[in-house]
């Protein structure tokens, strides 16, 4: 397996983001403060997929466009600001098939490109099928409440920016609009669990790696599915969390509650490291799962190893497995 430090200097991708010496921090938001960066130059989107910012507009079919080269950069504005995304084609795109989406948010002090190369989330949706969408936060955070950074303390609505960005994916591309799902890592992670409780009207499911729900209130729109990975000896978002709040097994069984799932969950799946459990009898075809890497530390489960994090499993893909998760659960 190649390293997340190896596969950035392949790209030219500067590994300060990340802390030198392989200490770096991806989230940082509970009481450790990494240093900024911009994780390296961003490669600047083809001519042809190129589009000038834009308020957020109303979703509208995007299928029978051209939709020019399979790798661009579009600016929404959402909250008075210019905002990023990367979008990936996969292989065989058709603009007259209804396409799934996968948005993936990278971790505090990371970039859009970190998170795509860490997560082989672009290689992945190449075999797979699906859109695969990688945004950029503000000052590289997510505000997910109670987690963190600038995004958080300036109060940016990130909800409202990631509703921007699904309302020009629809108007440009050809989304299945029952197909749209969301991961993250980290921060990012906290950032997907405040979609499920905000924006179940247009996410179907969401998977979150290492980022418990810190949304200030949760009243989801329809019962939604959520999965979520967390290793056991994470020391930057511990799973028992930090004095009684951000803790993962609560966080997955109110989560259980939300969908009217059964109260106890059971171990669906067990190998070397990793044991997965599943609440039963989720309303309006919902699941809520549960991986735990024992051992593991702060990192993208079978992704590249992020240097001074902890513990990578090589046990299970946490990349492969949501994909199966989100396939069962459409909207």
């Known amino acids: 397996m190649r390293t997340w430090s190896a596969l950035l200097v392949s790209v030219g991708v500067a590994t300060s983001a990340c802390g030198g010496g392989g200490s770096g921090d991806l989230d940082g938001g509970l009481g450790r403060d990494a240093a900024d960066g911009d994780g390296g130059a961003v490669v600047d989107a083809p001519a042809d997929g190129a589009t000038p910012p834009i308020d957020a507009p109303a979703a509208t079919s995007g299928c029978g466009r051209v939709p ?49 190369l860490l997560s082989g989330m672009n290689g992945f949706a190449d075999g797979h099928g699906f859109i695969a969408v990688h945004p950029d936060g503000v000052g590289q955070t997510w505000n997910g409440g109670l987690c963190c950074g600038e995004a958080q303390t300036a109060n940016v609505d990130d909800v409202g920016f990631t509703r921007a960005l699904l309302d020009k994916l629809d108007a440009e591309l050809c989304v299945d609009p029952d197909r749209v799902f969301a991961t993250g890592l980290s921060n990012g992670g906290f950032m997907v669990h405040r979609l499920a409780c905000e924006l179940a009207d247009r996410i179907a499911a969401v998977a979150a790696v290492a980022g418990p729900n810190g949304a200030p209130t949760c009243s989801p729109a329809r019962p939604i599915a959520v999965l979520h990975f967390h290793g056991d000896a994470d020391m930057v978002v511990p799973y028992d969390g930090i004095a009684g709040q951000l803790a993962v097994r609560p966080t997955m069984t109110a989560w259980a509650q939300r969908d009217g799932c059964g109260p106890t969950s059971t171990v669906d799946l067990r190998a070397g490291e990793v044991t997965c459990e599943q609440w039963p009898g989720c309303q309006a075809g919902s699941a809520v799962r549960l991986c735990t890497i024992a051992g593991g530390g702060h990192q993208w489960p079978g992704g590249l190893t992020i240097p001074g994090l902890g513990h990578n499993t090589t046990d299970i893909s946490a990349t492969a497995a949501m994909w199966d998760f989100f396939v069962a659960h459409p909207r």
Do not use: K
């Open 68 to 116: 020019g080269a399979n790798d661009r950069t579009w600016t929404v504005t959402s909250g008075g600001r210019d905002r990023t995304f990367r979008v990936h084609l996969p292989t065989g795109y058709s603009p007259t098939t209804p396409t799934p989406v996968v948005v993936n948010f990278h971790g505090r002090n990371s970039t859009s490109q970190q998170q795509a």
